[in-house]
């Protein structure tokens, strides 16, 4: 399966690096391609176009992924609106917060996030002030990297297994358990 990648470079998201960095020791996804900058956006959608699945990931609203700067010409957006047609017959992966509501608009299918906290004033905004780093560090790494040991199956196996997995974790850590009720998978 040709495998994309898009997690524009952001030291703030790296914590999401375990979900892709071993795809190609799962059977047949030798073929990945990652994206962290440095593209023009329509190099970007050539490189949709010529996926199977297509992984995006870091920060973003409803109106789709962030480029946070590394991707020229692509106006605060390397996945939005004008990309959707693209994504509409690929095997989609949607992390950034409120990616919900960017797969709801357009009827886009896959798993994906809702508002997903991963930093502590984002917490705090979501109704968990207080919320020290350790609780939101810790959730950021048992996610990525629960989901990391099953990101090259399929995406119902994946998804079974993180909410799973990560339900472990949300018993006793809030931010997990925020963010393991804001998970989907839509086929």
């Not at 994206?35 to 995006?56: F, N, P, Q, T, W």
């Not at 917490?123 to 629960?146: K, R, W």
């Not at 990391?148 to 990560?166: N, P, R």
Request: hydrophobic share 40%; glycine share 8%; with cysteine.
């Amino acid at each position: 399966m040709k495998t994309l990648v898009i997690h524009p470079a952001d030291k703030s998201t790296d914590f999401l690096i375990p979900i892709y960095m071993n795809l190609k020791s799962f059977p047949d996804f030798d073929d990945v391609t990652i994206i962290r900058g440095g593209m023009m956006k329509s190099e970007v959608d050539r490189a949709i176009l010529e996926h199977d699945r297509i992984m995006m990931m870091g920060h973003g609203s409803p109106s789709g992924l962030f480029s946070v700067g590394q991707f020229p010409g692509a106006w605060g957006y390397i996945i939005d609106g004008q990309t959707v047609d693209l994504l509409q017959d690929k095997e989609c992966i949607f992390i950034w917060c409120n990616a919900d509501q960017f797969v709801n608009r357009y009827n886009l299918k896959g798993l994906y996030s809702g508002m997903f906290i991963s930093e502590t004033m984002e917490a705090a905004y979501c109704g968990l002030p207080g919320t020290s780093q350790d609780i939101v560090t810790e959730s950021n790494d048992f996610f990525a990297n629960e989901f990391g040991k099953v990101s090259g199956t399929s995406l119902i196996e994946a998804y079974e297994y993180i909410k799973d997995s990560y339900g472990v974790l949300a018993d006793t850590n809030p931010v997990a358990k925020y963010n393991h009720h804001r998970l989907y998978l839509k086929s």
